[in-house]
């Protein structure tokens, strides 16, 4: 449905994105991913042809978004990061007025309606958008990308200043989309992207650095067993005790709270190696109550870090990673 072929954007001498190339199949929802100033939103706008590229091309269901834009454009519903909302329109006037303005074909009322309650603001369709809160703003931006029914839909931080309630209802909006549209979902909420995308892209320096699904992109770059475990006991005797221990590698303390007197910890060990017995062996000798273990591969939030940083852990203070590595790995 979506196909990108050796796309370039030059400005002047610097060149935002170096002959990228890749592909959405149709019914699929994919988040693209990267950094500040990685070359994300010039890709997105170029796919929504608000700009032209330097080179290559950008096709929506086979339509040169450059040669062609009024056809390509049909196909697409853009909601960017702040939705071009006029705030002194009801939501209904608002959606007539972007209904007009697409030239829609379909039954005005009837398709209005049904996307009002698709989206669920039936019961605000009549109050002015100023008055609604950021959550219902944020639901009519949807609502309008959705105007003229198009197969695509590219959606910028969709979700962005939303609680967490709300996250969660646009999360759940965006999964239903997915059934009946190719969604392109940005968004820097990388739980999100993991819970709702079937694949990821990750563009860092112009570049794609990463073209598949999570769970592949995590088989691929851990090259290390990894063992999550949360443990009763100071931290720092905690790991003082796993000190040592043949085939450990490394050792980060998740520093969010997890529950009073309890905290978590990341084990990573050298290929092939299971320390499951000798870690509950290690503690439960020394006292330390293990509530929880398990395996873990690794997060899209340590994947995108290891990608655009080569560091998994990110900026961490330096007792963190214990035993070993440290911060990507040197010794």
Do not use: W
């Not at 639901?139 to 959606?155: K, S």
């Not at 060990?269 to 870690?279: A, H, W």
């Amino acid at each position: 449905m979506i196909e990108v072929r050796n796309l370039t954007k030059r400005y002047g001498n610097k060149l935002a994105v170096d002959n990228i190339s890749f592909s959405v199949d149709k019914g699929e929802i994919l988040g693209f991913l990267g950094p500040n100033g990685a070359g994300k939103s010039t890709t997105m706008n170029i796919l929504t042809g608000y700009l032209s590229s330097t080179d290559g091309q950008a096709l929506i269901d086979g339509i040169d978004i450059l040669e062609d834009p009024v056809r390509a454009k049909k196909l697409i519903g853009y909601l960017p990061e702040q939705p071009p909302l006029y705030m002194d329109m009801t939501v209904m006037e608002y959606l007539k007025f972007v209904y007009r303005l697409k030239k829609c074909k379909l039954p005005i009322i009837s398709h209005l309606n049904e996307i009002c309650r698709l989206v669920k603001i039936e019961e605000v369709k009549n109050r002015l958008i100023r008055n609604l809160s950021k959550g219902y703003k944020q639901r009519v931006g949807v609502a309008q990308a959705l105007v003229g029914n198009p197969p695509v839909l590219i959606l910028d931080e969709p979700t962005v200043g939303l609680d967490p309630k709300q996250i969660l209802e646009i999360r759940t909006l965006i999964k239903k989309l997915g059934k009946n549209h190719t969604v392109i979902l940005s968004s820097h909420i990388l739980p999100e992207v993991q819970a709702v995308c079937d694949k990821i892209v990750i563009i860092n320096r112009g570049k794609i650095a990463a073209d598949d699904s999570t769970e592949s992109l995590s088989q691929h770059m851990d090259g290390n067993s990894r063992l999550i475990i949360r443990c009763e006991g100071k931290p720092d005797e905690v790991v003082k005790a796993l000190n040592g221990l043949s085939g450990l590698e490394s050792i980060r303390i998740n520093k969010e709270n997890v529950e009073p007197g309890v905290s978590e910890y990341y084990i990573n060990t050298k290929e092939g190696t299971d320390l499951r017995r000798d870690v509950s062996k290690r503690l439960s000798s020394r006292g330390y109550t293990i509530v929880m273990m398990k395996s873990g591969e690794l997060t899209l939030e340590e994947i995108f870090l290891k990608i655009t940083t080569g560091d998994i852990y990110g900026k961490v203070d330096d007792d963190t990673v214990i035993q070993g590595k440290k911060k990507g790995g040197r010794k």
